[in-house]
């Protein structure tokens, strides 16, 4: 069982960095769809809420993942991945939103 420094501290590291906590085809598909699922929770929310959010979350990658990995390319390619899935939520969500709105006018 892990304890909660261990828990918060997975936050600070990147997917792909050794120790991974799960298999990577089951990692990748459950990391991913939690972020789509930020993106989407982010687009309920008022746009300055999801502009924070969004800026805070690049400045974690920035400057927690990618050093920790030693700048991999990789990792790299892992953070844009993440921040990617969470904008594909965000403007699949968005668009819906829209989309409902102007059918109801």
């Given at each position: 069982?892990?304890?909660?420094?261990e828990?918060?501290?997975?936050?600070?590291?990147?997917?792909?960095?050794?120790?991974?906590?799960?298999?990577?085809?089951?990692?990748?598909?459950?990391?991913?769809?939690?972020?789509?699922?930020?993106?989407?929770?982010?687009?309920?929310?008022?746009?300055r809420?999801?502009?924070?959010?969004?800026?805070?979350?690049?400045?974690?990658?920035?400057?927690?993942?990618?050093?920790?990995?030693?700048?991999?390319?990789?990792?790299?390619?892992?953070?844009?991945?993440d921040?990617?899935?969470?904008?594909?939520?965000?403007?699949?969500?968005?668009?819906?939103?829209?989309?409902?709105?102007?059918?109801?006018?």
């Amino acid at each position: 069982m892990m304890t909660l420094p261990e828990v918060l501290a997975t936050f600070a590291q990147s997917d792909l960095a050794p120790g991974a906590l799960s298999p990577f085809w089951f990692q990748r598909g459950a990391v991913q769809g939690t972020h789509a699922l930020f993106g989407l929770i982010a687009a309920l929310g008022p746009m300055r809420w999801a502009v924070a959010g969004f800026a805070l979350w690049t400045a974690k990658e920035l400057a927690l993942d990618i050093p920790d990995a030693g700048f991999a390319a990789l990792v790299v390619l892992d953070s844009l991945a993440d921040l990617g899935a969470a904008f594909g939520g965000f403007a699949f969500a968005r668009q819906r939103l829209r989309a409902l709105i102007h059918r109801g006018s």
